[in-house]
């Protein structure tokens, strides 16, 4: 994977925004992603410009990282979702894939 000279990488991510909630990706597009963009700037809720994707069950999610644990449940009990801890997250070219619960599924 390439990054652009600049550009967080997932790792500095982790670190500066450690509270990381899951947003089903449908619930993260369009209108209702311009409102939760409002809804953070609105409150100066310190939340990385910049997330990423995970799917589980061929289901994808939005990734919102956050700075603080406050910031991170405030836009959780606005807008829903689930905690997400990187540490589910693949490894190398399953790097996007979930592995919620520590359980690690087999691509076969």
């Known amino acids: 994977m ?4 600049g550009e967080l990488t997932p790792a500095a991510i982790d670190r500066g ?7 089903l990706a449908e619930l993260s597009g369009g209108k209702a992603g311009a409102e939760q963009a409002e809804f953070c700037e609105k409150l ?3 939340r990385c410009a910049r997330g990423h994707t995970v799917f589980h069950e ?3 999610y939005n990734v919102h990282c956050f700075a603080t644990r406050a910031g991170a449940e405030a836009f959780l009990e606005r807008f829903g979702g689930e905690w997400f801890d990187p540490r589910e997250r693949g490894r190398g070219v399953n790097w996007s894939r979930w592995n919620k619960g520590g359980t ?5």
């Open 17 to 23: 925004w450690p509270f990381q909630i899951a947003l």
């Open 58 to 60: 061929d289901r994808h």
């Open 104 to 108: 690690v599924k087999s691509v076969n």
């Open 2 to 5: 390439s990054r652009r000279k």
């Open 44 to 46: 100066k809720l310190m």
